[in-house]
């Protein structure tokens, strides 16, 4: 997978014109495999080709149409073009499938939980409900490995999207580089969210050799007093600190 970061704090307009180039260069490609498709070999590109080169859309409801949104054409564009049409069977089944209730045996995408346990308790969260939140109500844990190994076993070869977040703060689980590592080269489509504020050098490690595709600083605010009411128990100098750390690493 290509190295690829974009910030939200970058021009708009500068992004746009980037993803226009990227997005004529993946078409391209895919138009030279537009004749080379069989509807019954392959009927997911079939029809996600048959979405982005049709020319008249009578009788496709257009929120069934697939479309290379701005972020998929990113996404894409860290890839291969070995894995494109990889990728696009899963992102179809992600976008397509919900709105035609098309049930598969497997989802496109699964989050995991690497534990329910969060060491904030923003204001808009459910952590805040002491019944679910408080440790002796038996309601929070923490995922061991065995039982993580055992999911992406499962899951490898028959899903490509996997999110590690959920409830918790996935930093909390003392496992999570070992998680990194075993999940690591299985999936097209990986992501973590993270408050950033137990960020260290070995879990930023491991993050970087894990080649997910897709990093979030979950934060609502960027200055204080505002992000201390928003994430009770946060401290936005020390996450700071630790995603300039991870910057320089």
């Known amino acids: 997978m290509k190295n690829g970061v974009y910030s939200k704090a970058n021009s708009i307009l500068e992004l746009r014109g980037g993803v226009v180039e990227k997005k004529r260069d993946i ?13 019954d070999r392959d009927p997911i590109i079939y ?84 019944r679910l939140s408080d440790k002796k109500n038996g309601h929070m844990g923490v995922m061991n490995l065995d039982l993580f190994k055992k999911i ?32 690591s080269g299985k999936f097209l489509a990986t992501k973590i969210n ?9 879990v930023i490690h491991a993050i970087l050799e894990a080649d997910l595709q897709t990093l979030v600083f979950s934060a609502d605010a960027a200055s204080e007093p505002l992000y201390s009411q928003l994430r009770v128990n946060g401290n936005l100098e020390k996450v700071l600190k630790n995603i300039n750390q991870f910057h320089q690493i």
Do not use: W
């Open 27 to 39: 078409m391209s490609y895919l138009l030279s495999k537009k004749d080379k498709v069989s509807r």
């Open 47 to 130: 029809a996600v080709l048959k979405d982005l080169f049709v020319d008249e859309v009578d009788g496709i409801n257009i929120k069934d149409r697939f479309y290379l949104r701005d972020h998929v054409v990113e996404e894409l564009s860290r890839l291969d073009q070995s894995q494109y049409l990889r990728y696009l069977r899963y992102r179809y089944s992600y976008e397509i499938y919900p709105t035609i209730k098309k049930i598969t045996e497997y989802p496109p995408l699964v989050q995991i939980e690497p534990t329910s346990i969060c060491n904030y308790r923003c204001v808009f969260c459910y952590q805040t409900d002491t």
């Open 152 to 183: 992406v076993d499962q899951l490898e070869g028959n899903v490509e999207g996997v999110t590690l977040a959920s409830r918790g703060e996935p930093t909390i689980n003392k496992k999570l580089p070992e998680f990194l590592q075993y999940m």
């Open 194 to 202: 993270t408050n950033a504020y137990l960020l260290n050098e070995k």
